[in-house]
């Protein structure tokens, strides 16, 4: 028998609040100099980004680059 005073526990297990969540995967907030230091590319850059012929490929790597430098988090990889 179970009682109507209880309610079941949620289906997914919930362990960060939507502030949270919004802090690491919303779009980064950026403030004009930090838009010129995340989109100002390197020689390397620049070579790999005119290594694409399609524009779509050349906005879409200057996106994935930018929000890369713009996040906080560090990878570290153990090879």
Partial sequence: M???DVTPPPKRLSILDDE???A???RPCLSGD???NV???TQ???D???SF???PLQLYFLLQLGYAQSQTAVLHLYL
Wanted: no cysteine; glycine share 4%; net charge negative.
């Fill in 2 to 4: 179970t009682n109507p």
């Fill in 20 to 22: 949270e969540v919004e």
């Fill in 24 to 26: 690491l995967y919303g």
């Fill in 34 to 36: 930090d838009r010129t």
């Fill in 39 to 41: 989109f100002t590319l």
């Fill in 44 to 46: 390397p850059e620049k």
């Fill in 48 to 50: 790999l980004l005119a």
């Fill in 53 to 55: 012929t399609h524009l």
